[in-house]
């Protein structure tokens, strides 16, 4: 091996010292490849054995700063539930709540008056009953995960029925048809994109049908000349067939509560008063919980659901329970306008967002950069609610050093790389900061990284 990565001081310090093989071979083999792009660009490039393992032994030390590692991020796009930058940020008390089960022991599935086996969710089955009026309820991993469980206890080789118009696309190119179909129930498509009526489920139904299915099409909406048949109609059908009615509403909002612009958004409560056997909605979105999918619904339903061994692979840990029940308690004690940062993100409002910009375009023109308060646009997100956008007001600020020595593009990068990383909105010329998803503590850290990045030339 050479001489520099050799060096004592580096390895014969005892194995604690020792970078892993992999880091070593990873670091030697992109400090070659470095030194070739440069020979081939043209540039020189020192290619003696100690010039290249120098090089390798700052790449290696650079593994801790590497920016694939999971770090929090300052969000400052506007877009409250971003997927991208994990969704809902969670209420203090679902912090703590979770920090404490994850530090030690805890009684995830142990009975403390009997001192024997327990349930899992027994903390936050009663939370979820008291909100929705469901007679049972379970967690699982994530939404799609509760959808694919429910269609294959439910309906596994079986047919199940959806409208046309609800098979949607969530994020991240996920087709929810494809999703449905992993859970081995077949979907019987019925009705047009923008109309299915009752008619049109009730001509569909054979002896091969388990299920009805209403999908909230979370991320659109199909507006003019449009007809669904409303959930109460379509639970009757189901029930006077002897099937199931499942219900996904997809973004979660449990309570009424919830700031004006998510009004409309269908509540698990009322999924269940209209008769679904089993509603399914996720943790992470309105809701403003960890990530997790929730279903609640009729006690049998659910029994079979529990029963289904897919269950065992879908299930959630202690630390994600413990945040949910918070959120829940917060929930049902009416503290959610105030505890969740979701709700209180997106139900912020114009004249503080605006009085928050101010100060931020204050302390950034501070610095020397062109900043100015601008109206703007905030996103739910998360494909959540396909509401309207909400109007907020963002701070515009010009890259530091004009074109062509810097593009807004090359800011926004070097924001994101800063520390803490920052991500922004890019806009026609000019980099965005959005008040509504930067809590107020962020906006120390946030000037700070503003002002380090303004330095580098
Ligand atoms: C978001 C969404 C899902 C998927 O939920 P995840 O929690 O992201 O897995 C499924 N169905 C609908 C209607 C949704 O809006």
Request: proline share 8%; with cysteine; glycine share 10%.
């Amino acid at each position: 091996m050479n001489d520099a990565l050799c060096d004592e001081s580096r390895l014969i310090k005892g194995p604690r010292s020792l970078p892993p093989v992999n880091a070593v071979l990873d670091a030697v083999r992109a400090a070659l490849a470095e030194a070739r792009a440069a020979l081939l660009e043209g540039r020189g490039a020192a290619t003696d054995p100690d010039a290249l393992a120098r090089r390798a032994l700052v790449l290696i030390d650079r593994r801790e700063s590497d920016p694939g590692r999971l770090r929090p991020v300052l969000n400052a796009t506007g877009i409250v539930l971003h997927t991208g930058l994990g969704r809902a940020p969670w209420a203090e008390e679902a912090v703590e709540r979770a920090s404490a089960v994850a530090r030690g022991f805890c009684n995830l599935e142990f009975e403390l008056e009997e001192g024997e086996r327990g349930r899992r969710t027994s903390g936050v089955v009663p939370l979820i009953r008291e909100l929705t009026g469901a007679e049972a309820a379970t967690v699982v991993n994530n939404n799609a995960a509760a959808t694919v469980l429910a269609l294959r206890a439910l309906a596994a080789g079986r047919e199940v029925v959806v409208s046309r118009g609800e098979l949607i696309e969530i994020g991240g190119g996920f087709r929810l048809p494809e999703v449905f179909e992993v859970s081995g129930a077949r979907l019987r498509e019925v009705g047009t994109t923008n109309k299915t009526r009752l008619d049109d489920y009730r001509r569909a139904l054979g002896p091969n049908t388990a299920a009805l299915l209403r999908v909230h099409p979370s991320n659109y909406r199909i507006v003019g000349f449009t007809e669904q048949a409303p959930l109460p109609d379509l639970a009757r059908l189901a029930h006077d067939h002897g099937l199931w009615m499942i219900d996904d509403i997809g973004s979660g909002t449990l309570a009424p509560g919830l700031p004006s612009g998510v009004d409309g958004e269908p509540t698990a409560a009322e999924g269940i008063a209209a008769g679904a056997d089993v509603v399914l909605f996720s943790g992470d979105k309105l809701l403003g919980g960890p990530q997790c999918g929730v279903l609640a619904g009729a006690a049998p339903a659910i029994r079979r659901i529990e029963a289904d061994p897919m269950m065992r692979a879908l299930r959630v840990d202690k630390t994600t329970l413990a945040a949910l029940e918070a959120t829940l308690q917060l929930v049902r004690d009416g503290r959610g306008p105030d505890r969740l940062p979701v709700w209180r993100m997106i139900a912020a409002p114009l004249e503080e967002l605006a009085a928050r910009a101010e100060g931020l375009a204050r302390a950034f023109r501070d610095l020397g950069l062109n900043a100015s308060v601008v109206a703007a646009e905030s996103q739910i997100g998360g494909g959540s609610a396909p509401v309207r956008p909400i109007p907020t007001r963002a701070v515009r600020v010009d890259p530091p050093f004009p074109p062509p020595h810097e593009t807004e593009r090359a800011w926004a990068r070097a924001l994101r790389l800063g520390g803490p990383p920052v991500v922004a909105r890019i806009q026609a010329g000019a980099v965005l900061f959005d008040p509504r998803t930067l809590a107020v503590t962020d906006e120390p850290p946030l000037i700070e990284a503003v002002r380090i990045i303004g330095k580098i030339d």
